[in-house]
């Protein structure tokens, strides 16, 4: 036992004997202790460290090595804002203590690079930089790019499939809802940020009251006072081609302002700048002004691809947008604007109606003529705060509208003409007090409308019914209209904890007169071809809204309830009658974790439908088509409802959305559509519930790939329809199915190319009673490629592909671009040479297909046009 106690001490003296301590105190010039100084322990011969110990705030510290390997050691020590300090120590050392001196420590400049996308609150930020590429000009050509948003042909912009709901630049609505002029204008260098404001609420007061599920987009410039804007002419030939674009931008703190005036005869529609794209002015726009219309001039049927390619025009706008903050929460905001658009069409096409009592063809040959001139001027004073709000918009539109039509008809040839003058007016007040704890809305639309429509069609038509089976040389048909309608409320608001009550009570009146005659040879056909109506109806209506909204969870349940005197005049018939609608609403959002998120719709309504479509006597609508409504009102009840799920995770830049809407609509009023043999049609109305019903799925993923800049997404949909028709005399039902695909991948890593693609695919099919499905398919491939040769260089090539299911009858097509573009990077002014249409296309053809017929159309396109245009954006 002995001689292992005396081994055993003798391996615990070794232990002991090898193990390192050193202890001590890091104190600075003053004495005082130093705390969260870094002491380590290293070889003196080695940049090793072997054990290290963080100071307190007494300053002490102690480095313990259980092993000595080396001879001498080095003891260092670095703390923030001291000198560095070091000494050497060996095995025999124990208590050291270190006397730091001040020293300022220069720090390398770090750059750090901006995250594509971030996420605060319910603003989703995306940064311009890291989407924007050297040939993009615009901020419209950087937003394409961003997942979850998308721009639309119209230039509308949706975000996880829905339209925005405002479209802001610093927080201010410059354009009221016209935003594509700025989007399409405004320079991308100008913009820091493109922001989503998820739930957003236009009205300050009413944010925490109602609630919304639409999105806004803000823009976030890079200066408090930015100038920018473009300016651009070009020259080109076949045949001689012209454009020109001048438009400034202002926007400061105070005040914002947007001017432009373009014209072109390229094929550019610039005209789609100023329409109303955003949702919630869309839908003002639409209570205050209507787009009531009977007449119209057989027209060509339009591709429905870059207009460029086949829009053969000469337009020009002109527009002024202004907006001054008068203080801290009053905005005035002035808009005007006026476009003249002359547009030419030319075309066929060839139509098979299929009907029980055998198949009709219709063979046309179209060329169009259309003028159009607008003028409209809008005033907006605006306070909108969280404990103030006052709105009054007063606005006039003019329209001096004309379309001239020559058709061909086998060896008959039709000449039409159309013009349609139109004046409209209209005020919108809005204001919201607080009194004592709740909110009171008060709000009066008021409008005036005055329009007449002309359309002289010769030879005439229809004989038998309008001269007695006599040949004669034109056929007039006159429309007179007048409108006055106004639209008033008072609503109390009040939160109750994650309550908010609302109760709307409210009247409205509508005075419609309408007065038609039709003339064969400057005599009237008779007093079955008169129309005199007047529609009046007043209304006054009670809607209790009840919302909820507590962490994940938030609902809305309306319940209107709206009682309607209507009063119809003729001289042939007068007729009143009193209708109650309960049109209940449901809304319902649940956050199922920070990304996920369902909502769910459910409503029912009960209207009249439109009462313009309203009239005793027959109207000749177009050279093959004459109406009679029997002034008969079509009642209606709807039922739709919607689930829809989003996922957005701005971190890995992945956004995905389907859904499901169903919809029903049950009419009291059938239209029965009698053909004659030459395929013109006699419009009568019979009473006779029918229903139609919608069934759509439709689901996107947007996922951007930020190590590789690449963009990708997929977006199907699905529709089955079902709907009545009743066609000479015999009712059919009438089965509707339409799937589309939709791709696209947009590549962007490499520094001297990018590339793009996108791939649609259309599948409709339609099927009468026991009749064999009739089948449309379209495909279409596009391909961009966008190259980087030298700096200042700057090659563009693009082939789109339109492929048809019928090529025998419908050729494909396939159309070729190219650009090349030359900048001065110092003045930010480019050259570019531009050629359209490589391959010199002349005609786009395609099969279209509705319930009952199929059309194949054939358009006349833009021959080849190569152009040089000089560009300054600022």
Request: hydrophobic letters at 35%; proline letters at 2%; aromatic letters at 12%.
């Amino acid at each position: 036992m002995k001689p292992q106690l005396s081994i055993l001490l003798l391996l615990l003296a070794n232990i002991l004997f090898a193990q390192i301590t050193i202890s001590g105190t890091v104190k600075n010039e003053n004495g005082q202790p130093i705390a969260g100084a870094n002491v380590i322990l290293s070889p003196s011969d080695e940049d090793k460290t072997l054990t290290y110990f963080i100071t307190k705030a007494d300053g002490k510290f102690t480095l313990t090595l259980k092993e000595s390997i080396y001879e001498m050691y080095e003891v260092k020590v670095r703390a923030m804002n001291y000198a560095f300090a070091s000494d050497l120590v060996n095995e025999t050392t124990s208590d050291f203590d270190f006397t730091l001196q001040e020293k300022a420590i220069e720090l390398k400049e770090v750059q750090l690079k901006k995250t594509a996308i971030r996420k605060k609150g319910d603003t989703i930020a995306y940064d311009v930089t890291n989407f924007k590429d050297i040939q993009d000009r615009t901020i419209a050509d950087v937003i394409k790019k961003m997942p979850g948003i998308e721009i639309e042909n119209s230039g509308r912009i949706l975000y996880q499939g829905e339209p925005i709901n405002k479209y802001y630049i610093e927080g201010m609505d410059l354009l009221g809802g016209k935003y594509a002029l700025a989007n399409e204008n405004l320079s991308a260098d100008a913009v820091d940020k493109v922001q989503i404001l998820e739930n957003h609420q236009p009205i300050k007061m009413l944010d925490s009251l109602v609630v919304s599920s639409k999105a806004a987009l803000n823009i976030k410039l890079k200066n408090k006072i930015t100038y920018s804007g473009k300016a651009e002419i070009g020259l080109g030939v076949s045949p001689l081609l012209y454009q020109a674009n001048i438009t400034p931008m202002l926007f400061k703190k105070k005040q914002q302002m947007i001017g432009s005036y373009q014209v072109n005869n390229r094929g550019e529609d610039v005209t789609k700048q100023l329409q109303i794209l955003s949702f919630e002015d869309l839908m003002n726009n639409t209570e205050s002004f209507s787009n009531e219309g009977w007449l119209g001039i057989s027209s060509v049927q339009t591709p429905n691809f870059n207009e460029k390619r086949w829009l053969n025009n000469f337009v020009q706008l002109g527009t002024w947008n202004h907006l001054f903050k008068l203080n801290k929460e009053l905005d005035l905001r002035f808009n005007l604007s006026y476009t003249n658009d002359y547009q030419k069409r030319i075309g066929q096409s060839t139509t098979q109606y299929f009907l029980q009592s055998g198949n009709l063809l219709l063979n046309e040959q179209k060329r169009n003529h259309i003028q159009n001139e607008e003028f409209s001027t809008k005033a907006t004073l605006l306070r909108n705060s969280s404990d103030n709000y006052l709105q009054n918009e007063i606005e006039f539109k003019g329209a001096w509208n004309r379309s001239h039509g020559y058709l061909k008809l086998d060896d008959e040839l039709v000449d039409q003409i159309l013009q349609k003058p139109n004046q409209e007016f209209a005020n919108q007040f809005k204001i919201i007090k607080k009194i004592g704890k709740q909110l009171v809305t008060f709000r009066s639309v008021v409008s005036y409308k005055n329009y007449q429509e002309e359309l002289s069609v010769s030879p005439g038509v229809f004989n038998e019914m309008i001269n007695q089976n006599q040949n004669y040389q034109n056929a007039f048909q006159r429309v007179d209209f007048s409108k006055f309608s106004t639209n008033n409320f008072i609503e109390f608001s009040k939160g109750i904890k994650s309550n908010s009550v609302h109760s709307k009570l409210g009247f409205g009146y509508l005075n419609q007169e309408m007065e038609s005659n039709l003339f064969a040879d400057n005599s009237s056909a008779g007093s079955n071809f008169i129309n005199d109506m007047t529609w009046s109806k007043f209304n006054y209506f009670w809607d209790n809204r009840f919302e909820y909204k507590k962490e994940k969870f938030r609902t809305t349940l309306s319940l209107p309830i709206e009682m309607n005197h209507l009063q119809m005049k003729s001289f042939i018939k007068k007729d009143e009658m009193n209708r109650l609608f309960v049109n209940p609403n449901l809304f319902l959002a649940y956050k199922l974790s920070n990304y996920w998120e369902l909502r769910s719709s459910h409503s029912f309504k009960q209207s009249f439908g439109s009462l313009s479509a309203i009239h005793d006597n027959y109207m000749l609508y177009n050279y093959n088509s004459i109406h009679k409504r029997d002034g008969k009102l079509n009642e209606r009840d709807s039922w739709n409802s919607s689930l829809r799920a989003e996922y957005k995770n701005p971190i890995k830049a992945r956004f995905i959305n389907f859904g499901y809407n169903y919809s029903w609509t049950e009419n009291s009023l059938l239209n029965n559509y009698m053909y004659n043999p030459d395929a013109s049609t006699i419009l009568q109305v019979i009473e006779r519930k029918n229903n139609s019903v919608s069934h759509q799925l439709n689901g996107k993923i947007s996922q951007y790939f930020s190590k590789i800049k690449s963009n990708f997404e997929v977006e199907i949909a699905q529709q089955w329809s079902k709907n009545d028709e009743l066609l000479n005399n015999d009712f059919l039902e009438v089965d509707n199915q339409m799937t589309s695909i939709i791709s696209s991948i947009k590549y962007r890593k490499l520094s001297w190319l990018t590339f793009e693609y996108k791939y649609s695919w259309l599948n409709y099919q339609s099927k009468i009673d026991h009749q064999p499905s009739r089948k449309v398919v379209n495909q279409e491939h596009q391909f961009g490629l966008h190259l980087f040769p030298a700096n200042r260089h700057y090659i563009k090539l693009n082939v789109d592909a339109y492929i048809n299911q019928e090529a025998r009858l419908n050729p494909n097509s396939v159309f070729g671009d190219l650009m090349y573009r030359y900048t001065l990077q110092k003045n930010k002014i480019d050259f570019e040479l531009t050629a359209f249409n490589l391959f010199n296309e002349k005609y786009f053809s395609q099969n279209s297909l509705s319930s009952y017929y199929e059309m194949r159309y054939q358009y006349k396109l833009r021959p080849t046009q190569i152009m040089l245009t000089t560009r300054f954006t600022f």
